[in-house]
């Protein structure tokens, strides 16, 4: 069974800068290629929002909140997405998921982002 893996997440001070990366454990290429990848993030008492995604094709797409400062990419040799993130913001403080759109939707534990003032 694939399973996709995060880490990169941590505490920073505002202005700070993070990348994420997401591993798509035992997930064949011929689904992780194709797919189109995506970081949401969710905030204490807050719903789940999409905050990138990347198609197979390498077109992305980005929340107004973050566009200018965070990057999605994608290398599909290594079966993973990340997301640089700079100039963090205490708004973007969130438990952030990765997601594989594929034929099942795979998705990440979640790992913490947490931008001090």
């Known amino acids: 069974q694939a399973q996709l893996v995060e880490s990169g997440g941590g505490l920073v001070p505002a202005g700070g800068s993070l990348r994420l990366s997401c591993y798509a454990q035992?997930?064949?290429?011929?689904?992780?290629?194709?797919?189109?990848l995506a970081w949401y993030r969710q905030a204490p008492g807050k719903q789940r929002e999409l905050v990138a995604s990347i198609s197979g094709s390498g077109t992305t797409n980005y929340v107004d909140s973050v566009k200018g400062r965070f990057t999605i990419s994608r290398y599909n040799a290594r079966k993973t997405v990340y997301l640089q993130m700079n100039n963090l913001q205490p708004e973007d403080t969130a438990v952030y998921y990765c997601?594989?759109?594929?034929?099942?939707?795979?998705w990440g534990q979640g790992t913490q982002v947490t931008v001090s003032s």
């Open positions: 035992r997930m064949i290429t011929s689904v992780f290629n194709p797919s189109t």
């Open positions: 997601k594989v759109d594929a034929l099942n939707d795979y």
